[in-house]
């Protein structure tokens, strides 16, 4: 399957020495309840973290909230959850070996109801619907399929009659795209693509594309390329991931950073160098991401002041870790509703 893809991602922290961002606090094991993945432990913040977490571990979705882990699916192929904007549903993958279907839920985990069919097909024409994306009135959902192309492009599905058609038509044998990300307003959707231009050829970049016909605006222009893009919850900043080459690491390295919606005030969270897939808090105050400074994703969190003003210092935030022993997939990545 061809598809835009950041590169060579860390699934387990490169060698050599990180410096995380912040001071950690926190990392105090605390009690899980059971049933939990193995392995998996909460510290003490992740009791006083506020709203519902969705994170995908031991190959199952879990949802974390007041400090308690609470299984959301048990089949070892759900994948990428995501709330519906009233955080009444959740929208998921549901992976098999040569293709994958969306399904959607109530935020229970209960009346599943399965929305594409790609894979009741025989094995060559089956396709992948991934990354789902609630349209703000819950009618509809955003994805990314291949079918019919050679690259990832946009589709919606309608959920009362399951009637699916591409929404966006972007250039083919371009890379594709990814992680497409709806503003709160609906207006706006920010994806990852490697379509041309500013920045090096061949590396993804953040770009907006305005609902209906456009224009696509390009946001960033790093020299390794930048993914992962998320609104924040009033749609004036961006959070999002910078690849910067490192002739010590071969996979570079990757850290979470923030911008205004047009692209500027861009300024660096962490710099362990072994971080993605940032979420906002439900009131805008702070962030979640996985980090796998000590080998394996784990969810660390950290909080976002409002735009400085420029040349006014501003003290490092602490940054807290949630999970540990986890070894959260990094490519479903975290969903966080109140």
């Known amino acids: 399957m061809a598809s835009c893809s950041p590169g060579a991602l860390p699934v387990r922290a490169p060698t050599g020495p990180t ?3 912040a001071t950690v606090a926190g990392a105090v094991p605390a009690a899980t309840p059971r049933p939990a993945p193995v392995g998996l432990s909460l510290t003490q913040p992740a009791g006083s973290l506020p709203g519902r977490l969705l994170f995908v571990a031991d190959a199952n979705v879990w949802l974390l909230e007041r400090g308690q882990l609470v299984p959301v699916t048990s089949d070892r192929v759900s994948r990428q959850p995501t709330w519906s904007r009233d955080g009444r549903r959740i929208a998921l993958v549901k992976l098999w070996t040569s293709g994958s279907d969306l399904w959607a839920l109530d935020a229970e985990g209960k009346n599943a109801l399965e929305l594409t069919d790609f894979t009741y097909r025989e094995e060559a024409r089956q396709n992948y619907a991934l990354q ?3 349209w703000p009135d819950g009618s509809r959902l955003l994805f990314l399929s291949q079918e019919g192309t050679q690259d990832t492009q946009l589709w919606q599905v309608t959920l009362q009659d399951r009637r699916r058609q591409r929404l966006l038509v972007h250039g083919e044998r371009s890379g594709g795209l990814d992680h497409p990300r709806l503003s709160p307003d609906g207006r706006s959707l920010a994806v990852t693509s490697f379509q041309p ?3 090096p050829a061949g590396r993804p970049q ?3 594309y305005a609902l209906p016909n456009g224009p696509w605006r390009q946001l960033t222009d790093a020299a390794g390329g930048a993914y992962d893009p998320e609104w924040s919850p009033d749609g004036a900043r961006i959070a999002y991931v910078v690849r910067t080459p490192d002739p010590g690491r071969s996979t570079g390295r990757h850290d979470v950073w923030v911008m205004r919606a047009d692209g500027a005030g861009a300024r660096g969270i962490t710099t362990s160098g072994a971080n993605r897939a940032p979420a906002w808090a439900p009131d805008g105050g702070s962030l979640v ?4 400074r000590a080998g394996t994703f784990e969810v660390w969190t950290v909080p976002i002041v409002a735009d400085p003003s ?3 210092p501003q003290p490092s935030p602490v940054a807290r870790q949630i ?5 959260i997939d990094a490519q479903s990545g975290l969903a966080w509703a109140p």
């Not at 999970?323 to 070894?327: I, R, S």
């Open 289 to 292: 991401y996985l980090s796998a």
């Open 197 to 199: 231009g500013g920045g």
């Open 323 to 327: 999970t540990l022993g986890g070894a």
């Open 19 to 21: 410096e995380p961002t």
């Open 132 to 134: 789902p994306v609630w």
């Open 310 to 312: 420029p040349g006014t």
């Open 206 to 208: 953040v770009w907006t």
